[in-house]
């Protein structure tokens, strides 16, 4: 995986080689975005079962750790849940037997993510206004996924389909994933990107030039309200107050419908460090009280689609949203 902690100033590829330095990859955000943490805490899984002398014994304690990483993004739950399913489907088969078949299911799941994308991008392309500004928040690209991306992912399909647009991003504090890795990401291919700070959004939104605002999302609760990067529910409420649909882009393994509303999303607290210091240099007086929330809920109805791998659902959320979940288990 590449070190995003790193980027854009240094692309180095760190190799994981037991389960546990894919959970420190994972808490670290060495690895971050929602569907990419899913990718990987299967990939953990396979890799726990591979490297265990007693695989049998071993694989609650491998699930436990991985899904302890991180809490929001309910895509690592998902990941390590499809691992635990096929597991126990295997119960009985020799041990080489069923590490051969975590293995081949982990790479499932990676190929899978990216043909996810390319059709997230294929339903969200059309929604995109010609000739005008694209705004995001976060990195919800090639990065935060197996490849291609759910929001940078419509913004790379409305681009394939000859439309005229050009990024802005949202820089993304505390972690800057909007200016290290989107800016980073769209210029290697070529899309013409504009890097703002978070405070200059509603400016830019009110000014007329943004068409639509796309972001990714890492948990949506089965009315539609969607939790994303710390700063997304404020963008939503401008986007309105403006009239500038907000598009959120993320696969149905984001859906998390055994959640009411979004009230009931746990929400990541990090370190105050994130916030009192800009890669290790204090910005704050040592000692000032911290809050570090790491994601925000956007209540629905500032939600004007939800563009997943089977379609794009609109309000009503719960009904519609239903309706692609059914068709995902076909
Ligand atoms: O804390 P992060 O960087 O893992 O948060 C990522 C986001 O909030 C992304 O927008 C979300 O996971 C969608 S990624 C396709």
């Known amino acids: 995986m590449i070190d995003q902690t790193l980027l854009p100033t240094q692309t180095v590829f760190?190799?994981?080689?037991?389960?546990?330095?894919?959970?420190?990859?994972?808490?670290?955000m060495i690895i971050r975005g929602a569907p990419a943490i899913g990718v990987a805490a299967a990939m953990g899984v396979a890799i726990g079962v591979q490297k265990s002398a007693d695989p049998d014994a071993d694989f609650a304690t491998i699930c436990d750790t991985l899904a302890a990483t991180r809490p929001t993004a309910v895509n690592l739950f998902w990941g390590i849940e499809r691992m635990r399913r096929l597991w126990a489907s295997l119960a009985g088969k020799p041990v080489a037997e069923k590490q051969a078949a975590m293995i081949a299911e982990a790479v499932l799941v990676k190929d899978e993510d990216v043909a996810i994308c390319k059709e997230i991008g294929r339903h969200g392309a059309p929604l995109v206004p010609d000739g005008k500004t694209v705004l995001t928040h976060c990195n919800a690209g090639a990065l935060a996924t197996a490849g291609y991306g759910t929001a940078l992912g419509v913004i790379r399909a409305a681009v394939e389909a000859g439309k005229k647009i050009d990024v802005f991003a949202d820089e993304t504090r505390p972690f800057?994933?909007?200016?290290?890795?989107?800016?980073?990401?769209?210029?290697q291919d070529k899309i013409p990107t504009t890097l703002i700070t978070d405070n200059m959004a509603g400016h830019f939104l009110k000014s007329g030039r943004i068409g639509c605002v796309v972001v990714g999302a890492d948990r949506i609760a089965a009315n539609g309200d969607v939790a994303n990067k710390i700063g997304t529910y404020s963008v939503a409420v401008l986007a309105k107050e403006n009239g500038v649909p907000f598009y959120v882009a993320a696969p149905i393994s984001t859906l998390d419908l055994t959640l009411t509303d979004g009230s009931l999303i746990p929400i990541e607290e990090r370190s105050a460090a994130e916030v009192t210091s800009v890669f290790g240099v204090p910005v704050a007086p040592e000692g000032v009280g911290v809050c570090n929330p790491a994601f925000d809920v956007t209540p629905n109805r500032y939600v004007a689609g939800i563009i997943t791998e089977y379609g794009v659902a609109t309000a009503p959320f719960e009904e519609n949203l239903r309706a692609l979940a059914a068709k995902a288990k076909k």
């Open 176 to 187: 800057l994933q909007g200016a290290r890795l989107t800016a980073w990401e769209l210029m």
């Open 14 to 28: 760190v190799t994981c080689t037991d389960y546990l330095e894919v959970a420190s990859a994972i808490k670290t």
